[in-house]
């Protein structure tokens, strides 16, 4: 959280999120993302808090799910937050680090990755 953010009394994730997104903050929580990706696909966004073309990004694409019913769980990470764990998913998925970025998994694995303009529903 953000020194602002912490005055106000908001969050990155509080600040009318959809309600479709599951939060990273542990490792556990990416271990249920990479498991879950055995039963449906997984769409991680990996999001900058402090980038305004990674905000524009997210907007877009939180549009874009909402207008989609497909079988996807959607995970989010605020990689300025959580760090360590955007690291672990670089080597872990085999997917070199950028920002924004969505990582699409199944079965345990990377299908597919996408990178600021690019990232659309249509990638998953």
């Not at 993302?33 to 877009?60: D, G, P, Q, W, Y």
């Not at 996807?72 to 080597?91: A, G, H, K, Q, W």
Request: aromatic letters at 8%; hydrophobic letters at 35%.
């Amino acid at each position: 959280m953000s020194f602002l953010d912490k005055i106000l009394g908001k969050s990155a994730s509080s600040e009318s999120a959809p309600d479709f997104w599951k939060y990273i903050e542990s490792e556990s929580d990416l271990d249920k993302a990479i498991s879950e990706s055995s039963e449906r696909k997984v769409a991680i966004f990996k999001h900058s808090t402090r980038c305004h073309i990674s905000k524009m990004v997210l907007k877009n694409f939180e549009r874009e799910v909402q207008q989609n019913d497909g079988d996807v769980s959607y995970y989010f990470l605020d990689l300025l937050e959580y760090r360590p764990i955007s690291n672990r998913i670089e080597s872990d998925l085999n997917v070199v680090h950028q920002s924004p970025q969505l990582i699409v998994l199944k079965d345990g694995k990377a299908i597919n990755h996408m990178s600021h303009q690019g990232i659309t529903t249509s990638g998953i």
